[in-house]
């Protein structure tokens, strides 16, 4: 049996590959927020509310990642 090939103790191709991906959507993420800290209105059924745009993005966010998990957890059964 032969004997795997040891691996250089640097970082492989698709490690770095990780790390930019990493870097440039934790830059990207620090932009959309920053560009999306105004105050916005936000009307719900019976009352609107003022409140600063990130956190209504973080909120769908959120609620979009709940739903699509009982989604899939409903139709993997």
């Known amino acids: 049996m032969t004997e795997p090939t040891p691996r250089p103790h640097g970082r492989g191709t698709r490690e770095t590959a990780r790390l930019v991906a990493a870097i440039v959507l934790l830059a990207l993420l620090i932009a ?3 560009d999306n800290t105004r105050n916005v ?3 719900f059924v019976f009352f609107d509310h003022e ?3 990130i ?3 973080i909120v769908t ?3 979009g990642v ?3 998990r009982l989604w899939q957890r409903r139709h993997n059964r």
Do not use: H, S
């Open 55 to 57: 956190y209504v993005l």
């Open 61 to 63: 966010a959120f609620l």
């Open 66 to 68: 709940v739903i699509d």
């Open 51 to 53: 409140t600063r745009m």
């Open 41 to 43: 209105k936000v009307g």
């Open 32 to 34: 959309f927020v920053i």
